[in-house]
């Protein structure tokens, strides 16, 4: 889970970003801070950077394709 010391830098929106489930290997159009909705693993990725692949990242078969979800998004 991503973590902070100083919450004045944070504040909460409903940007339809934070939605979207991307594939591994997504290019992303918004940097910030991904997780992996499977496992929880978190990844930072910036505008244009590719987000994790199966080959970087990946799980048994039983608990399903990975996919990453925006968490915080850095602006
Ligand atoms: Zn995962």
Not at 28 to 34: F, L, N, R, T
């Amino acid at each position: 889970m991503a973590v902070y010391k100083d919450s004045t830098f944070l504040i909460e929106c409903d940007r339809p970003h934070f939605d979207t489930r991307f594939a591994p290997g997504t290019t992303v159009s918004a940097s910030g801070i991904y997780r992996c909705t499977c496992c929880g693993q978190e990844t930072a990725a910036g505008i244009g950077q590719l987000l994790p692949g199966h080959d970087q990242h990946s799980h048994p078969f039983e608990f399903g394709p990975a996919c990453w979800q925006l968490i915080v998004l850095a602006q």
